[in-house]
Structure formats: C-alpha cells, structure tokens
C-alpha cells in the first residue's frame, strides 16, 4: 500500500522537491546579504532604542530584490496550501472513480479503510512535511525583516508586522495547519463529488472562504483581545478628519505598541458612544490645529483600544493550527466513511 | 458446502427506483457459473453487491460464507474483474503486477509473469495504451494471480472483438482449471457463456427465473409443436414454461425429467441460447414466472 500510494503520488512529489529546491537556492543565496545589511544597520548589536536603526533598515531595502522575494514568499506561503489541496488532495480518490480503478483497488486483499488512511496519511504528511520546510525556510530568511518591522510597528511598504493578518498565515507552524486541512478538504470534496475539477475547484473556494474568514473573525477571538480605554489628548499626534456637509468628524488617536496587531481604535465620549462630531468651529475655517486640539480636549474624549500584543504571536500560531488539524483530521474521517460505505 | 453465493431476499434501492429487489439464490462452488439476463435486470448490481462494492438496501448476501469484502481474508479469496475491466493508464504492465504483489499476500509471481509473457504483452508497456483485450487480460491476470477462491467478473468480454474474447475466456478456463477456481460471470450474451459455463443462472427483473446445470437444463427441456391445443390439458410432469399459438398449430416449450413420448407432437429440443431466450422471452405470463421460482425452488 506504501508502494502504491509513492508511484501514484511520485511526480507530484518530485514537484514539490524541484519547488523547495529552488526556493532553499534562491533564499539561501540571498538570505547571508540580507543578515549582512541587518548587521550594517546595527540591528544585531543594537538593544534598547532600536527603532531608527529598524526605520532605516527597513527603508533601504524597498524597492530591492529582497524587497519583491519578500512579498514573493508571502505569496508562495500563501499558495503552497490551496495548491496542494488541489492538485494533491482533489485528484487523489476523484481520479480513482472517474477511471473506475477504485474498483480495482478496492478489490484487492486490503480493506478500503486502510487503503484510504494509508494514502491520506502519507500524503497528508507529506502536504504538511512541505509546507513545513516552506515555512521554516521563509521564516528564517525573513527573520531580520520581521524583527526590524516589529520595532518599527510595520511599515507601508512591507505590511504590518509578524502578528498582522498578511503575514501570519505566512510564518511559524500556521502553514502546517493549513497545508493538512487543504489537502484534507480536496479529498474530501473529491470523495463526496467523485469528479476531479469540480473538486477542485470547491477546495479552492472554500479554503479561499476560510482563509478569509479566519483572520478577520475568527483570530483575533482565539484569545480574548486586550482592550484598554484612556483619556485622549489631541496633543497626540493624532489623525483628524472632517467630512462636510454635516462637519463629521472622525478621530484616530494615535496607539503606539510596537508589533502589536490593533484590532480595533476608537475615540468615544464620555458617555461612552462613537465620537463623530459634528467639529467645533475652532477645528473649520482658518484656525490653527493648535486650537483645534485644544477644543477636543474640552469634551474629554477617552480612546479604546483593543489589540492583541506582539507577545500573543505564538499562542496564537499554536491554536490556530491545532484548530486547521482538528478540521483536517475531522476530514480526513469523513474520507474514510465515505470510501468504507461507498457505492460503486 | 458452503456455497459461493448466497443471496436472500437481497435488494438494492438506488433512491426510488429498485435496482435489485428481493432476490434470493445460491451458487454453487466448484462451478463456472453464467449469469445471464437482459440489461437492467441486476446482473452488475448482484456482483457489486458480491463484491462488497455496495451494500444492500434489503436481505443478506454472503460470499463464501462471509459477508463479502468484510476483511482482509475475505478480500483475498476473492478475484474481481470489473465491467470494463479498469486498470490505471498511468501505470505500466509490471506495475500493475508489482501492484498485485503488494497489495496481496498471495500473490503468485510466478503465474502472473508467465501470463503476460505467454500473451505476448510487454511488461515495460504502459496499461492505458494496451489494447482492449490485452487490458482485459490483465486486469484477469491481476484477478486470478491473487489466487482466489473464487473469481467474480463482470461483463469482461462485452466490449472486446471476437478474437479477443476468445483468447479471453480460453485464459480464463485454463486457469481456472489449473487452480480450482469457482467462477461467476455475467453476461447478456448467452452464445459466450455457452463455451465455458456449466451452471447457469437466468436474471430477470431482479428474479431468478431459472437456474441449474446446463447440460441437465438442455436435457430436460423440449419444444413441442402440433395441433393447436391448451397447454393445460398436457400431464403434470410437463411444467410449461412459453406457449405460442396460431389459428391452428401451437408451440409449447416444457420441462419434463421424464422423456416425452405423446406422438401427436413434433419434439425438437432448444439450444441454450433458444432456451434462455424463451425464459427472458415476451411471451413470459403470471403463470410461467411462478413456474420459474417453483424451477429455482427446486434447485435449491
């Protein structure tokens, strides 16, 4: 049954080989001239105030190949999953009956329960061995960028920090997590739809849906956000818009965690509602911004804030991807009662 | 004995159309068993449900003794060629039978190599460009190199051209000879089955209307013309199974042990083809169906 499941499953993984290959020469060819300007920067040495150090780190390398590998990789993190749910886990049962080979396989001396764990397993493993290497290659590489944009709090040009939705599904063991449900689901869509592009094209959907709803619903609950509420001082930095008609107005105070991931950044009144204007005169017409904040002050605005701190990257990476195994393995159940029950 | 299938009130509903309902019989071991009925009347869905590919709506069916693919042994005692005889393009010839060695304890190397070689199929050869027959025999070699118990196909030659079938069903008696091998295998044409079976089962509707061994199922069955007359009025012994009439002169096929000696009938006796046909034929009445279960009562 090993052997079978290796020579129906050998060019995809031999795919996947020539993939991690090129991306370990490319990173790794890379990856030394990345940690020598970390170096040159002073990032390395550098241990109480480093932000200046990061800012300038972080601004010397936009617009440069590490700049494009960078976004590149992220991408590809974000790919390898989908794509191994398609093309290893779709095809992987839906192939057998679309040929009738199931009829075949099933008739020999092992037990269609065994058959289909055995290939789940092993392929499964294989799906989550790779995007492993993926992600331990890409997050070694990306190790001085991260750590310069944590100190910096991100930056416009290389997205937000490690914790920020767009690259945490691209570091640490998230992406085992994925890899393991994606290929579970396209087995899955490839059992219960017994065709191989529908199912296809199903497990992309839904992983497309879950990797969207994830991040945006379902993460920043996983545990519960820390919500702070100050008095706001409009001293502060902060960001004011004035929309007329109407003299709306919105209020962004300024929240400075380093590396944190900011859920939400609310000004409200005291009596605890959104504030939305409408502006006083001293913040229209032709006064100074300076008198502006001095009659913001007067109505003793208070920011919430609700975040989940930088410190949270790991737990957060750890439940997220024992809920995507759970998921997976859950799947991977239903396969092998679909396959056991099965019809021909 | 145990014998190699045995259904009972076995039936499969595909939503609400029934695609085998309450069919009850027995087939023996040490035979090579036809199967034979119109299209539609069950023969595919009687052999997935042999072969534990589904599982029945209604009744028991027990292969060998054991409900069918219910383990690792079960599986192993038996072979299955399925209807267009599936075999994985992708791969070649020798896979197919590293394939076999692998997923079967007893697999016999010996046998399934000197198959392919006597049948002059390269083994470097890749399944999917093999031609209809040779892909056939293949997906025999892999049925009967597990050495089974019994070896169950299912339409193996319908698609394949005469010469084919031939080279065909001449593997199959060989080996199934050589090894002892029980066989089951269906068909809609009689004219195959007749080469190689020598106990017959004719499928209907989902029903046995007849079963038994062919040579005696020849024996015992004439086709009487002459006067026109009712079939009632001939002797109990003779069990009418198709009567047709003219204005004057009626056919009567009957099945009699005893010889018939009434000298105002012309007797002639059927071929199995003939014979099977009137037993799958039109002119089948409420009477002659009971007849055919009384027939299939008997057998058992």
């Given at each position: 049954m090993i052997w079978l499941t290796w020579r129906q499953f050998r060019w995809q993984a031999v795919t996947a080989a020539a993939v991690l290959a090129v991306l370990a020469i490319a990173l790794g060819a890379t990856g030394f001239g990345l940690s020598t300007r970390f170096d040159q920067a002073g990032l390395s040495t550098c241990h109480s105030v480093c932000s200046s150090a990061a800012s300038n780190f972080?601004?010397?390398l936009r617009g440069t190949p590490y700049a494009a590998l960078f976004f590149g990789c992220v991408i590809l993190m974000y790919l390898a999953p989908v794509l191994?749910?398609?093309?290893?886990?779709?095809?992987?049962?839906?192939?057998?009956?679309?040929?009738?080979?199931?009829?075949?396989?099933?008739?020999?001396?092992?037990?269609?329960?065994?058959?289909?764990?055995?290939?789940?397993?092993?392929?499964?493993?294989?799906?989550?061995?790779?995007?492993?290497?993926?992600?331990?290659?890409i997050t070694w590489w990306a190790g001085p960028i991260d750590h310069a944009l944590s100190l910096v709090g991100g930056s416009p040009s290389?997205?937000?920090?490690?914790?920020?939705?767009?690259?945490?599904?691209?570091?640490?063991?998230?992406?085992?997590?994925?890899?393991?449900?994606?290929?579970?689901?396209?087995?899955?869509?490839?059992?219960?739809?017994r065709r191989t592009l529908p199912?296809?094209?199903?497990?992309?959907?839904?992983?497309?849906?879950?990797?969207?709803?994830?991040?945006?619903?379902?993460?920043?609950?996983?545990?519960?956000?820390?919500?702070?509420?100050?008095?706001?001082?409009?001293?502060?930095?902060?960001?004011?818009?004035?929309?007329?008609?109407?003299?709306?107005?919105?209020?962004?105070?300024?929240?400075?965690?380093?590396?944190?991931?900011?859920?939400?950044?609310?000004?409200?009144?005291?009596?605890?509602?959104?504030?939305?204007?409408?502006?006083?005169?001293?913040?229209?017409?032709?006064?100074?911004?300076?008198?502006?904040s001095n009659w913001i002050n007067t109505l003793h605005l208070r920011q919430s804030v609700s975040y989940q701190p930088a410190s949270r990257f790991w737990p957060l990476q750890l439940i997220e991807?024992?809920?995507?195994?759970?998921?997976?393995?859950?799947?991977?159940?239903?396969c092998a009662w679909q396959v056991r029950r099965r019809r021909a | 004995m145990t014998a190699a299938i045995e259904a009972s009130g076995l039936g499969k509903r595909y939503g609400r159309r029934w695609a085998l309902s309450d069919c009850t019989l027995s087939i023996p071991t040490g035979r090579v068993t036809g199967l034979v009925g119109p299209n539609g009347a069950g023969k595919t869905t009687l052999i997935n449900l042999a072969t534990g590919m589904?599982?029945?709506?209604?009744?028991?069916i027990e292969v060998l003794g054991s409900k069918p693919a219910s383990g690792p042994e079960q599986l192993a005692k038996v072979g299955y060629v399925a209807q267009d005889t599936p075999t994985y393009a992708g791969l070649s010839v020798e896979d197919h039978l590293r394939f076999g060695a692998h997923m079967n304890p007893g697999w016999d190397a010996v046998l399934a190599r000197k198959r392919m070689?006597?049948?002059?199929?390269?083994?470097?050869?890749?399944?999917?460009?093999?031609?209809?027959?040779?892909?056939?025999?293949?997906?025999?070699?892999?049925?009967?190199?597990?050495?089974?118990?019994?070896?169950?196909?299912?339409?193996?030659?319908?698609?394949?051209?005469?010469?084919a079938r031939r080279e065909f069903l001449q593997v199959l008696m060989e080996t199934t000879a050589e090894h002892e091998i029980s066989v089951v295998m269906s068909s809609h044409l009689v004219a195959d089955l007749e080469r190689v079976t020598d106990y017959l089962i004719v499928l209907l509707s989902s029903r046995v209307r007849i079963a038994g061994d062919i040579d005696e199922m020849l024996a015992t069955h004439y086709l009487l013309s002459g006067a026109r007359r009712d079939p009632a009025t001939l002797p109990a012994s003779q069990q009418v199974i198709s009567a047709s009439h003219t204005d004057r002169q009626s056919t009567i096929?009957?099945?009699?042990?005893?010889?018939?000696?009434?000298?105002?009938?012309?007797?002639?006796?059927?071929?199995?083809?003939?014979?099977?046909l009137a037993y799958m034929g039109n002119t089948t009445t409420t009477a002659s169906a009971e007849t055919g279960h009384k027939i299939m009562e008997e057998q058992r």
């Open positions: 972080i601004s010397e191994m749910g398609i093309f290893w886990g779709a095809p992987l049962i839906a192939r057998e009956f679309e040929a009738g080979t199931h009829r075949l396989a099933w008739n020999q001396s092992i037990t269609r329960v065994r058959w289909s764990a055995v290939k789940l397993g092993l392929i499964g493993l294989a799906a989550v061995a790779t995007a492993g290497l993926l992600s331990l290659m290389f997205g937000g920090t490690r914790i920020s939705p767009v690259v945490f599904a691209a570091r640490g063991v998230a992406p085992l997590g994925y890899a393991a449900f994606a290929f579970a689901l396209g087995v899955t869509a490839g059992v219960l739809i199912a296809m094209a199903v497990t992309l959907v839904i992983f497309a849906a879950v990797q969207f709803l994830v991040p945006n619903f379902v993460r920043p609950h996983l545990i519960p956000p820390v919500q702070t509420t100050a008095a706001m001082n409009a001293f502060d930095n902060n960001e004011i818009m004035i929309s007329s008609p109407g003299n709306k107005m919105t209020l962004v105070g300024n929240f400075s965690r380093p590396g944190a991931w900011i859920l939400s950044n609310r000004t409200i009144t005291p009596s605890g509602k959104l504030f939305t204007g409408p502006a006083g005169a001293a913040c229209t017409g032709n006064s100074t911004p300076n008198a502006c991807t024992g809920i995507y195994l759970i998921l997976a393995a859950g799947l991977g159940w239903v | 589904l599982a029945p709506t209604t009744g028991t070689s006597q049948l002059g199929i390269d083994p470097k050869q890749k399944a999917g460009k093999l031609s209809g027959g040779q892909r056939a025999q293949l997906a025999l070699t892999l049925a009967i190199a597990k050495r089974p118990e019994l070896l169950i196909l299912d339409e193996p030659i319908a698609s394949l051209d005469p010469l096929l009957v099945r009699s042990a005893e010889p018939l000696l009434d000298p105002s009938w012309s007797v002639s006796q059927l071929d199995l083809e003939d014979l099977v």
